[in-house]
């Protein structure tokens, strides 16, 4: 059994910083995409950022909201994949959840793209 497990959420102010991290138990997830995607309330779960992997190694993908703020990365010794979210914004704050699909190599952009999912973790940015 796979489980994804996010930590780091809270509340920040604009322009602060928050880590997030997810760990993965029951699978070894190296070379399989993994992202973070979030959801507002009223809104739909959308992508943030997601790392994939082919045949030179990982590759990030970031939406244009975050791009430049946040960075995405995989540590393998530890089975986690953390966001580092700086300079937030008030539009930033969303349930953030980990997400990771169940074949190897590209990141995905949708929801349906992935098998295997987090509880999720709330951020809140307060202006």
């Known amino acids: 059994q796979v489980y994804l497990t996010e930590s780091g959420g809270g509340a920040a102010q604009a322009g602060g910083s928050l880590r997030l991290s997810c760990v993965a138990s029951g699978w070894n997830w190296r070379y399989y995409a993994v992202a973070w995607f979030r959801q507002a309330p009223g809104k739909a779960r959308q992508i943030v950022a997601g790392?994939?992997?082919?045949?030179?190694?990982?590759?990030?993908y970031y939406d244009n909201t975050v791009k430049g703020r946040f960075i995405i990365s995989r540590d393998t010794s530890k089975k986690t994949v953390d966001l580092q979210m700086n300079r937030l914004e008030p539009e930033d704050t969303a349930v953030y959840f980990c997400?990771?699909?169940?074949?190897?190599?590209?990141?995905?952009?949708?929801?349906?793209?992935?098998?295997?999912w987090g509880r999720g973790t709330q951020v809140t940015v307060s202006s």
């Open positions: 790392v994939g992997w082919r045949s030179g190694g990982d590759y990030e």
């Open positions: 997400a990771a699909r169940s074949t190897r190599g590209q990141v995905g952009y949708g929801m349906e793209d992935y098998t295997y």
